[in-house]
């Protein structure tokens, strides 16, 4: 019912930062959740942040949290993940993904690249 698109991601040396973007087609305020995932080759996606639709509670894996930050902008209708002090093992194609009534929707995902 939702499609998702991410943007924001790109080369960046470790240490710097990126804002990664998920902008939906409708509406997120009635979404349940909306959350990021990453993926690395050979390994399988894991979860990095998820954000509920009223925004105020929020879920970090361990390795990310203190550096990264997701939130929500129901007026833009766009969810975005404030990523700091990056390391190279943060390097994934990172996916956005939101929860509705009917079902569980994917972006394509958007390529993140950490060089030391």
């Known amino acids: 019912q939702v499609q998702l698109v991410e943007s924001g991601g790109g080369l960046v040396q470790a240490g710097g930062s990126l804002r990664l973007s998920c902008a939906a087609s409708?509406?997120?305020?009635?979404?349940?959740?909306v959350g990021w995932s990453r993926q690395a080759p050979g390994k399988q996606r894991e979860l990095v942040a998820s954000?509920?639709?009223?925004?105020?509670?929020?879920y970090y894996r361990d390795s990310v949290k203190g550096r990264f930050t997701i939130s929500r902008d129901n007026a833009k209708n766009t969810v975005y993940l404030q990523m700091n002090s990056l390391k190279p093992e943060d390097t994934a194609v990172y996916y956005c993904?939101?929860?509705?009534?009917?079902?569980?929707?994917w972006g394509q995902g958007t390529q993140v690249t950490v060089s030391s």
């Open positions: 954000i509920t639709g009223g925004g105020s509670n929020t």
């Open positions: 993904n939101a929860v509705d009534q009917l079902g569980s929707y």
């Open positions: 409708r509406s997120i305020f009635s979404i349940y959740t």
